[in-house]
């Protein structure tokens, strides 16, 4: 319902249907670390994989255009393989403007889940300082 409204108030809905074909689709780790070794490199801690589609469409005058985009290994788009056609809308006035529903979904979760490993990343290094620094600060004020 909320996804609707947002495609309504963006004018999504108002922009042209077509189908597009996925040229490439790629598995990536998702993560953080040391990347000098590059994606997926020893010394990087993996949270997850993400797929990275590239896709192409026509337009309305036949003309041909690419996009890609990234979505996590929750989301229904993370199973897309090349060959498959996925229905997307792109905007008349700037055809290489593309909207793929349950892209936005994605990209949602996503940001939520790294927000959420941040976060627990803050409390166990907060926990560890308590832990390392917390009898000593109380054998300070104990004298």
Request: charged content about 20%; glycine content about 8%; aromatic content about 12%.
């Amino acid at each position: 319902m909320l996804i609707e409204i947002w495609e309504r108030f963006r004018g999504y809905d108002e922009w042209t249907p077509t189908v597009a074909t996925v040229q490439s689709s790629i598995l990536a780790p998702v993560g953080f670390g040391d990347l000098s070794e590059g994606k997926g490199g020893k010394n990087e801690l993996s949270l997850g994989w993400q797929s990275v589609c590239k896709i192409v469409w026509q337009d309305q005058h036949r003309v041909q255009h690419t996009a890609a985009f990234e979505v996590f290994e929750e989301s229904p788009l993370y199973q897309l393989c090349d060959g498959d056609t996925v229905g997307i809308r792109f905007n008349p006035d700037r055809p290489a403007e593309f909207y793929l529903p349950g892209l936005l979904q994605s990209k949602l979760v996503r940001t939520w889940k790294l927000g959420l490993y941040a976060v627990l990343l803050v409390l166990i290094l907060i926990a560890l300082v308590a832990a390392w620094f917390g009898p000593n600060i109380m054998n300070a004020f104990s004298h």
